[in-house]
């Protein structure tokens, strides 16, 4: 299995664009997480589905983030508009039977300037 | 609520050295606990868990932890640190129900280790 596939790598934009990181899980992984990583806050949740259902998406910051999962090898992470405080990077992880097995994927470097 | 607490940001240890990175959790029942390790630029990696039985887990790349109900706490140990260890190391506890086995883990700050020649 290749993993959890995570892309763009790294992503610069201008505040006030749109971003939208992917995220592929690993293929029958049924709990798919999706995680910033700053030096100040360390790692935080802010979303999480089970079956393609939101579980709880009370870690999104705000309005401007959005998260989907249309199918079970498919998820997005979408910043619309982007701030310079958004930076940071974003890590999707996917599991079988929740916290038991988490694989991360490599993450999304975003740098809003 | 679930927490978790890495009192050390930064450890140094000499290549050889025996090392001991702390965690203590906080949490209702027996929890779910694990380390992970980041290496810069990469993703969070799997080094070992914990769920229930033997309290000296074993894990990947010659660590093991041990989990202690009255202290709260699950240490990562290595009797010989290598070069290589150098890294981010992230303890984490499962969140939710049933002892944590469902749903989100919640990370520690981490504790960066370096390693000296």
Known sequence: DA?????????????GQEVTLRCKPISGHDYL????????????????????VPIDDSGMPEDRFSAKMP?????????????????????CASSLRG????????????TVV | AQSVTQPDIHITVSEGASLELRCNYSYGATPYLFWYVQSPGQG???????????????????????????????????????????????????????GGSQGNLIFGKGTKLSVKP
């Open chain 1, 3 to 15: 993993g959890v596939i995570q892309s763009p790598r790294h992503e610069v934009t201008e505040m």
């Open chain 1, 33 to 52: 997480f999706w995680y910033r990583q700053t030096m100040m806050r360390g790692l935080e949740l802010l979303i999480y589905f089970n079956n393609n």
């Open chain 1, 71 to 91: 199918n079970a090898s498919f998820s997005t992470l979408k910043i619309q508009p982007s701030e310079p405080r958004d930076s940071a990077v974003y890590f």
């Open chain 1, 99 to 110: 916290a038991s097995s988490y694989t991360f994927g490599s993450g999304t470097r975003l």
């Open chain 2, 44 to 98: 969070l990696q799997l080094l070992l868990k914990y769920f229930s039985g033997d309290t000296l887990v074993q894990g990947i790349k010659g660590f093991e932890a041990e989990f202690k109900r009255s202290q709260s706490s699950f240490n990562l140990r290595k009797p010989s640190v290598h070069w290589s260890d150098a890294a981010e190391y992230f303890c984490a506890v499962g969140a939710g129900n049933y």
